[in-house]
């Protein structure tokens, strides 16, 4: 399976503001996938991030809150802007892979915590 | 659409005792199962995945899950659990193998006494 780093681990922010959390493979996989962990809760896709092209929103995330870049088939970026403590949570990277291998890897998550 | 019920919020058991967790499913035709463990500050770690054959799974960690289509079960069960098992366990369920609509439970915490 994929190896993904993802950083930063941690970060408080303050309100207004805007983070960028990134995500590294270590091999080249087709599909990668963010998702928003809030205190307490499951996993929650906020969108699936195409390559070469915009990434895929599920219901209730928009592209101007989390504006999503997917530059080449291992690396993510996902911003969370304009910042309010309702946006502290954990938020997860995770890349897909296909055949005998398919399942979801996920990185260690990044803590956000916004003031 | 698919989902996934974890029925148990929060199990305690004792270190050595046998442990099983559950895990629900509603979809209309075979799902793709899996069980992910996350301790305290981490990432989702994949423990076991079911896509057809042996209904019975191992994965790591000693753990294992049968996969029971007449109840739409998936249970995780382990026969002696260790202190480092405590963590919050997350049951989730795919429908195709293109691998964008997983779904996850609600997850289950589980605390080990000694």
């Known amino acids: 399976s994929a190896v993904i780093s993802q950083k930063p681990s941690r970060d408080i922010c303050q309100r207004g503001t805007s983070l960028t959390i990134q995500c590294q493979v270590d091999?080249?996989?087709?599909?990668m996938f963010w998702y928003r962990q809030q205190p307490g809760q499951s996993l929650t896709l906020i969108a699936t991030a195409n390559q070469g092209s915009e990434a895929t929103y599920e219901s209730g995330f928009v592209i101007d809150k989390f504006p999503i870049s997917r530059p080449n088939l291992t690396f993510s970026t996902l911003t969370v802007s304009n910042m309010s403590p309702e946006d502290s949570s954990i938020y997860l990277c995770?890349?897909?892979?296909?055949?005998?291998?398919?399942?979801?890897?996920f990185g260690s998550g990044t803590r956000l915590t916004v003031v | 659409a698919q989902s996934v019920t974890q029925p148990d919020i929060h199990i305690t058991v004792s270190e050595g005792a046998s442990l099983e967790l559950r895990c629900n499913y509603s979809?209309?035709?075979?799902?793709?199962l899996f069980w992910y463990v996350q301790s305290p500050g981490q990432g989702l770690q994949l423990l076991l995945k079911?896509?057809?054959?042996?209904?019975l799974v191992q994965g790591i960690k000693g753990f294992e899950a049968e996969f029971k289509r007449s109840q739409s079960s998936f249970n995780l069960r382990k026969p002696s659990v260790h202190w480092s098992d405590a963590a919050e366990y997350f049951c989730?369920?795919?429908?195709?193998?293109?691998?964008?609509?997983?779904?996850f439970g609600a997850g289950t915490r589980l605390t080990v006494k000694p």
């Open positions: 079911y896509f057809s054959g042996d209904t």
């Open positions: 989730a369920v795919g429908t195709n193998y293109n691998n964008n609509d997983m779904r």
């Open positions: 091999s080249q996989v087709t599909m």
């Open positions: 995770s890349a897909a892979s296909r055949g005998s291998d398919y399942g979801y890897t």
């Open positions: 979809y209309g035709a075979t799902p793709y």
